[in-house]
Nanobody, 122 residues
Framework: VQLQASGGGLVQAGDSLTLSCVASGRTFSSYTMGWFRQAPGKKSEFVASISGSGGSTQYVESLKGRFTISRDNAKNTVYLQMNSLKPEDTAVYYC????????????????WGQGTQVTVSS
C-alpha cells in the first residue's frame, strides 16, 4: 500500500483545514487508516483512526470535537477535517494504514505516507 498525503499549508488560528490521503491498491477498504502528527522536537502523536468500513473511529482525547476523520472507499481516500486550529496543532501530519483497528502507536501501523506540513499562525 502506498499512501500520499496532501492538504497541508499555512493557516491562521481559528481556521479549518482538511487533509487528504490517497492510497494505492484495491484493498483499501480492508485497512484501518490513521493520522499521526509530529511537531518539531516532539514525539509522534496519534490523532485519529477509522476502521475499514468507516463504521468505527478513534480519537486522541485532546482533539475530540475539533478533528474528524472520515473515508471514501470508492476514492481510496481518508480525510482529516481540522477545525478551530491552534498554533499547537502545528506539525507534520502523516497518514498510515493498519491491518487491525484500535491501535494508537506508530509502530503498530504497517504503511506510512510522506507527511504534509500544517502550520498554524497566531
Amino acid at each position: 500500500v502506498q499512501l500520499q498525503a496532501s492538504g497541508g499549508g499555512l493557516v491562521q488560528a481559528g481556521d479549518s483545514l482538511t487533509l487528504s490521503c490517497v492510497a494505492s491498491g484495491r484493498t483499501f477498504s480492508s485497512y484501518t487508516m490513521g493520522w499521526f502528527r509530529q511537531a518539531p522536537g516532539k514525539k509522534s502523536e496519534f490523532v485519529a483512526s477509522i476502521s475499514g468500513s468507516g463504521g468505527s473511529t478513534q480519537y486522541v482525547e485532546s482533539l475530540k470535537g475539533r478533528f474528524t476523520i472520515s473515508r471514501d472507499n470508492a476514492k481510496n481516500t481518508v480525510y482529516l477535517q481540522m477545525n478551530s486550529l491552534k498554533p499547537e496543532d502545528t506539525a507534520v501530519y502523516y497518514c498510515a494504514a493498519d491491518r487491525a483497528f484500535g491501535h494508537a502507536s506508530w509502530n503498530e501501523y504497517n504503511y506510512w505516507g510522506q507527511g504534509t506540513q500544517v502550520t498554524v499562525s497566531s
